[in-house]
């Protein structure tokens, strides 16, 4: 049971190139989100997803697009870099039954 | 708008002491709270919660306390550890919130030996 995985884990872009970033989870569970977090900060919630083929924007989406295809996999795209993304980017997911939320390890992007 | 805050930013405890770490809160229909500790490079990882029908909760060496009529959150981590040197964030929700938490800027806590 490897929880919430991440792909990559570091990345660079120059501006204006396009990545997808990667979340899979094997515990079936539900729900899952795309966060950033920025120097001193907490996290900022930028999509979230409720089931399979769902998504839903959060506290920061513009610049981020998001699908759903698969329960497993949340992925999160970046059509046109810009150095204000630069951030480390995490994905969570958590099952129904609790409100707990249980986190990758992270994937470091920057844009030059 | 609603936030999630910490009194502190920085605690610096000896080793085997006990740490407390706050947090202040300003949604009062929030109904549910979760600490969570993140090791340099590290993700998030769950400590402890509660949620709004309790005052105190305990875990293995945490405590987390909330007092609701003044909106403050606060873990306890007894016989603080070298390995528990971390930055430790809380958070909120609220049902009707959409299923998501909101979280405080997070408290650095540095254990000398």
């Known amino acids: 049971n490897a929880g919430v995985t991440q792909t990559p884990k570091f990345r660079v872009l120059k501006t204006g190139q396009s990545m997808t970033l990667l979340c899979a989870q094997d515990?079936?569970?539900?729900?899952m989100y795309w966060y950033r977090q920025d120097p001193g900060m907490g996290l900022r919630l930028i999509h979230y997803?409720?089931?399979?083929?769902?998504?839903a924007k959060g506290e920061v989406p513009d610049g981020y697009n998001v699908s759903r295809l698969k329960k497993q996999n949340f992925l999160l795209g970046l059509e046109s870099a810009a150095p204000s993304q630069t951030s480390v980017y995490f994905c969570?997911?958590?099952?129904?039954?609790?409100?707990?939320?249980?986190f990758g390890p992270g994937t470091r992007l920057t844009v030059l | 708008g609603e936030s999630v805050g910490l009194h502190l930013p920085t605690l610096s405890v000896q080793e085997g002491d006990n740490s407390i770490i706050n947090c202040a809160y300003s949604?009062?229909?929030?109904?549910?709270f979760i600490w969570y500790k993140q090791e340099s490079g590290k993700g998030p990882q769950f400590i402890i919660d509660i949620r709004s029908n309790m005052d105190k909760r305990q875990g293995q060496r945490v405590t987390v306390l909330l007092n609701k009529t003044v909106k403050h959150l606060s873990l306890q981590i007894a016989a603080t550890q070298p390995g528990d040197s971390a930055v430790y964030f809380c958070a909120e929700s609220y049902q009707g919130g959409s299923e998501k938490l909101v979280f405080g800027k997070g408290t650095k806590l540095t254990v000398n030996p």
């Open positions: 949604n009062s229909a929030s109904d549910y």
């Open positions: 997803s409720v089931g399979e083929g769902t998504t």
């Open positions: 969570a997911s958590r099952p129904v039954a609790t409100d707990t939320q249980y």
């Open positions: 515990m079936n569970h539900e729900y």
